[in-house]
């Protein structure tokens, strides 16, 4: 075989996990009861994607995020670790930071004064001596959380028994490992507090039999039929859709649409290509879109090109990390998608949008973000608001749009259970999942009770 015959090679499938048949009731996504069985049995036994370890680059620098009810620090350290706590001073509780990013010599709690060094030792308690249990220096330190970096990106387990993070990203560490995804830069970054429980979320995410309806626009340069769309299911609870992109779907063809949108031509004009060469075979501008990304790619720094198959330069991953993450990865791009819940209403969650590229070198093209190009030097503030009073991107409203209405109607004494197409079964997956970490099962290709 040529060396390099491996790269036309279609992906491998996934094995399939066997699904029990949940029926999905609409309790599940506004019960108080159910939501604290999640928070205790689920979310604080996954590992979660939280920060990004290139926006923390010296000893000191920090970064918080919170999930749910909790409060996470995760700091640089002295060594060039990094190590996470929970952001609680273990004196009277009081929140030490409440910056997004900052740096500092050591966390200073800002109620009684503790210092907690950058480790999470405590070092300094005014009136040490008045303690009747003791000095609290040295006992009553920050409490440390499982804490590891992937992709560039902070992942964090509040279970002190949990697997490593490789393992628990099964299939997922192999496949990122391509893209070189920890070099590339955030070109927007945008949170609204959105009135739905994170579940809807993902499960929109989770499939595509809405695209027809809620993006009909994506047809001109994603194939939407399920019967070419791979879907993939792992043991670990993430789930995979493969989507062949750059060219026009079938679907197109039979709505009697242009072939050639200009989303495709802008598409294929970026790599070099002229659209009009290609009038009446518009289907083969896939197969000439990745001839060029081989050609052009190296010199214009995408070193990570040589790690990917051919249909991994044009196509479409979409991931759902369970339990919260969902991102559609291109050879040079990576929208990420994430819902954190609300600390105590099951209808509302947290919901980011923001979106990573490649930034080679020299290269001065700027990067088209769902929201427009961006200069690849530009500086991106963080954008937090209320849904609705701004635009999340043409393409997210349309997401959110749908999914604020199923949340009300998943409260109607008329609404039974799911009836899912196999193109939807990934989401009766997910569901699964949750309630195995709820029964105390944690999936896996060994798995086990704990």
């Not at 299911?233 to 062949?244: K, L, P």
């Not at 009697?256 to 290509?273: C, F, N, Y």
Request: aromatic share 12%; proline share 7%.
């Amino acid at each position: 075989m040529h060396s390099k015959d491996w790269q036309s090679q279609p992906p491998e499938k996934w094995p399939e996990p066997e699904l029990k048949g949940h029926s999905i009731p609409g309790d599940r996504y506004s019960s108080k009861e159910f939501f604290e069985k999640e928070w205790e049995e689920m979310w604080t036994k996954v590992w979660l994607l939280l920060g990004r370890a290139d926006e923390i680059p010296e000893p000191g620098d920090y970064q918080m995020e919170e999930v749910g009810p909790e409060s996470i620090i995760m700091v640089r350290q002295q060594d060039g670790g990094i190590k996470a706590f929970f952001n609680v001073c273990q004196h009277r509780a009081a929140r030490l930071v409440f910056n997004e990013v900052d740096s500092v010599e050591a966390f200073i709690c800002p109620y009684h004064g503790w210092r907690f060094e950058l480790d999470g030792e405590l070092t300094y308690a005014r009136d040490a001596e008045d303690f009747p249990e003791g000095d609290p220096c040295g006992k009553m330190n920050l409490v440390e959380i499982p804490c590891d970096t992937f992709a560039g990106f902070i992942w964090v387990n509040m279970d002190p028994d949990c697997v490593s993070l490789q393992e628990y990203l099964g299939p997922v560490w192999d496949d990122w490992s391509k893209y070189e995804i920890d070099s590339w830069k955030r070109y927007l970054a945008m949170t609204a507090n959105v009135p739905c429980n994170w579940k809807i979320v993902l499960d929109n995410f989770n499939e595509s039999y809405h695209l027809p309806t809620v993006h009909p626009e994506a047809d001109a340069v994603v194939e939407e039929s399920y019967k070419d769309t791979q879907f993939d299911m792992s043991a670990e609870g993430h789930n995979r859709m493969w989507q062949q992109a750059f060219k026009p779907s079938k679907r197109r063809l039979k709505n009697g649409k242009d072939l050639m949108d200009p989303a495709l031509a802008m598409r294929m004009e970026g790599w070099g290509l002229n659209p009009d060469d290609f009038a009446g075979r518009e289907f083969e501008s896939r197969e000439a879109v990745q001839e060029q990304m081989r050609k052009l790619g190296p010199d214009m720094g995408y070193t990570h090109f040589d790690n990917l198959k051919d249909h991994q330069l044009t196509d479409v991953y979409h991931y759902t990390i369970f339990p919260n993450f969902a991102v559609s990865v291109w050879a040079d791009s990576f929208h990420f998608l994430r819902a954190r819940p609300h600390p105590t209403d099951p209808t509302k969650c947290v919901f980011d949008n923001w979106y990573y590229a490649p930034a080679p070198e020299g290269l001065e093209t700027d990067v088209l973000t769902i929201n427009g190009p961006v200069a690849r030097d530009a500086e991106i503030e963080h954008d937090v608001f209320e849904y609705g009073e701004k635009s999340l991107s043409p393409l997210i409203d349309q997401d959110m749009g749908v999914t604020l209405g199923q949340q009300l109607g998943l409260r109607s004494r008329a609404f039974k259970g799911v009836y899912l197409s196999h193109q939807e079964w990934r989401i009766r997956r997910y569901h699964e999942v949750i309630d195995e970490y709820i029964d105390g099962i944690r999936p896996g290709p060994n798995q086990n009770s704990k």
